[in-house]
């Protein structure tokens, strides 16, 4: 059964994809939680700031560690609606959060589950519970639709 606290998280994550949509980004987003509270919040904003390291986890992690005052994010659970890459999970190792939630599976670059799975390897340091696919369906379409869309545009030219 699915937990009834990752679904609304989720869907919050999803509204931060949105965002990034709305800005031609690839609709990907994230919140972190700490004690059942969003303390911050990210989408994609890798064509905006012409920066290959503005993903969404990358800027939740950067607001998170401000609100909190350190870069430690222990008893934090991030949501994305899409599994995290290799940057980014090692981001979410170093940042030392408890958990991520991810939507959709990421066959070419997901490092949670799909590639490898950095984020449960007791080689390193620190493991973060992982929970994959949750809202997955969902978050998928958002990717979906946008692709399209694109290459729609593209094909009018």
């Not at 609709?27 to 994609?44: E, L, T, Y």
């Not at 934090?76 to 408890?98: F, H, K, N, S």
Request: glycine residues 8%; negative net charge.
């Amino acid at each position: 059964m699915e937990n009834e606290q990752d679904t609304i998280f989720m869907k919050e994550a999803m509204q931060e994809a949105k965002k990034a949509e709305a800005l031609g980004e690839v609709p990907i987003g994230a919140v972190i939680v700490k004690d059942g509270k969003v303390i911050a919040r990210g989408f994609n904003l890798r064509e905006t700031y012409k920066d290959p390291t503005a993903h969404a986890e990358i800027l939740a992690i950067q607001e998170a560690s401000e609100v909190l005052g350190g870069w430690r994010l222990h008893g934090c659970t991030l949501y994305v609606t899409l599994e995290p890459c290799q940057m980014c999970a090692g981001a979410l190792i170093q940042a030392r959060l408890d958990k991520v939630v991810y939507g959709a599976a990421d066959p070419k670059a997901g490092c949670a589950g799909s590639l490898c799975n950095l984020l449960e390897d007791n080689r390193f340091n620190h493991q973060l519970e992982v929970v994959p696919g949750h809202l997955a369906e969902e978050s998928s379409q958002l990717l979906k639709q946008f692709f399209r869309k694109l290459r729609v545009e593209r094909e009018k030219g």
